[in-house]
């Protein structure tokens, strides 16, 4: 059987890692929250992560996700996959729960190595026709509404995408990789980000006043930067540094030149030091993948 497959929100060419444009999986984010109707606390997402990644509740499913998104195969990960686990990793065998961004990589490893995300083409598996639901078909809306309205259904009841998922894989093989490379590839989209802020700083497209180009820029880098840790000797936080300048920034009499100039070259030495910092994870990472377009 042919799958039938859409295309949302990725292009044709682009994987489920990285991010060219630092306003980009914000954007994205957005958008996929509005289609599907879950709230911004249940969906992760991170310049690293080309496509937003939402975390079912423990005790609920999405039924009360908007019909016309049931199709995506993110929306009927199984259990292990479904949120962060817990894994008997800490000291004594405690249990302790899995970082988020290698989760979310755990996530996007087995939606790759499934075929349910195909890069070449930017198009998804539409898992329901997988099961014979078409919700092109009034038919199968009407189905997919009653079981949200909370009727039995022998399909959906039961529906997860583990059956779908590499079976010739060793247990935990995504798990594996997501840490042994999700850290360098955070590091590598952080250094990418802040050398994308720098060039739009460079060449201020829009033709910005200095006083809202230093806004948005620091701005962006909050939102950008915030999984990166605030140093434990210095407690310097890139987070909190762009806030502020972001707040200055949104306060700033434009006639103050000096002041402004202040702040914006203030948000650009600090994207510099991250895009230095994390240059050699950025450089090691794309010399293995085959890079996004600069």
Do not use: C
């Amino acid at each position: 059987m042919t799958d039938v497959t859409r295309t949302y929100l990725l292009e044709p060419g682009e994987g489920l890692l990285f991010t060219a444009d630092p306003w980009q999986w914000a954007a994205r984010t957005e958008l996929f929250e509005g289609d599907t109707g879950i709230s911004h606390e249940a969906v992760y997402a991170a310049p690293l992560f080309a496509h937003p990644v939402p975390m079912r509740p423990v005790e609920g499913s999405w039924r009360g996700v908007k019909t016309t998104m049931l199709w995506h195969p993110m929306l009927w990960l199984p259990e292990n996959l479904a949120r962060p686990a817990h894994f008997p990793e800490g000291k004594g065998g405690q249990d302790i729960e899995e970082d988020i961004a290698e989760w979310a990589f755990r996530v996007m490893l087995e939606l790759a190595q499934a075929g349910l995300y195909d890069p070449a083409t930017g198009e998804w598996v539409d898992v329901l026709a997988r099961v014979g639901i078409d919700l092109f078909t009034s038919a199968g809306v009407t189905r997919v509404q009653a079981w949200q309205d909370g009727a039995a259904d022998d399909v959906l009841d039961q529906l997860t995408i583990e059956s779908m998922l590499d079976q010739t894989q060793e247990p935990g093989w995504a798990r594996a990789a997501a840490r042994a490379e999700a850290w360098a590839m955070r590091e590598a989209q952080w250094s990418r980000t802040a050398n994308a802020l720098l060039n739009f700083a460079t060449e201020n497209p829009d033709d910005q006043p200095p006083v809202q180009l230093a806004k948005v820029l620091a701005e962006t880098a909050a939102a950008s930067f915030q999984d990166i840790a605030a140093d434990p000797d210095t407690g310097d936080d890139y987070a909190l540094s762009f806030r502020g300048y972001a707040f200055e920034a949104a306060r700033l009499d434009p006639a103050l030149e000096y002041r402004v100039d202040y702040v914006l070259n203030a948000v650009k030495l600090q994207l510099i030091e991250i895009e230095e910092t994390y240059r050699a994870s950025r450089e090691r990472v794309f010399r293995t993948l085959t890079p996004p377009a600069e």
